[in-house]
């Protein structure tokens, strides 16, 4: 078992978007660490100097320019450059306790059909938790003992450590739904090849939110992209179910009404692409669905 000297086994993936100086703490904070993991960065065609800025005060960190804004897609172009057995995601906004990647690594050393580990999140600068680690740590799914926590049907890609070659295998973050909730979509086709997620409570990630983000905007593609999940792998039945539940219960406002109105306009791709999981996976997403209407987070995360 590893302790939290350099550490080589773990890659730091970060995508950004006009967040110059929050990226600027989170670059610091992880130069800090004493894993030293290598940094890549994928600049989603930001206008403020971000990628200037970066180039000239962390000449280390790997930058990636791709010329336009390819949302969670930018996670990929980054992992095609990882060449460690595991890659650890973080937002421009949150960043990696001391040790937590060096824990991580070990965990997934230990156990082979495990492909990710989802840490524990600490609200910035009050030092509180996230309410959404009380979904993490009461998940309802069973798994097997070896599991280093509770098994997940989902994962946050801001506190997550993935196992590289798992990542390829799921295909990586899903081009069509670009930015929000993305998360669920790779983890049920992970899990549907066998692999297991968990939440493990020792690993830590801190989170100071952006002030630059429009929580509008996140909650029309959360919701979009929900819709189009539910459609891509549910069967028939639950997914009716869900659709009709999620009409019923969000808010009648603009926003939903965006947000149901884009799903729609998408389900021609997405009823080409679709491809409903067997029982014993749709078993999982209904005990993830059930747990999920009760959680003071209000976040779509098992």
Known sequence: MSDARTDDRTTVVVITHNRRDELLRTLAELARLPERPRVIVTDNASSDGTAEAVAHGFPGVTLLRPGRNLGAVGRNLAVRHVRTPYVAFCDDDSWWEPGSLARAADLLDARPRLAAVTARIVVEPEGTEDPVVRELRDSPLSGPDWLPGPALG???????????????????????????????????????????????????????????????????????????????????????????RLIRTVPRDAASARAFAHATAGLPWVLRQRDPVPPDLEHRLTALERARRDSPARRYIG
């Open 154 to 244: 989902s994962f946050l890609a801001a506190a997550t450590v993935m196992r590289t070659a798992a990542f390829r295998a799921g295909g990586g973050f899903h081009p069509g739904l670009w930015l929000g909730g993305e998360e669920e979509l790779l983890a049920c086709d992970l899990i549907r090849q066998g692999w297991w997620l968990a939440y493990a409570e020792e690993l830590t990630v801190h989170h100071q939110a952006s002030l630059l983000r429009d929580s509008t905007a996140r909650r029309v593609l959360g919701l979009r992209n929900t819709l189009w999940f539910t459609w891509l792998r549910r069967p028939l039945l639950p997914a009716l179910r869900r659709t009709g």
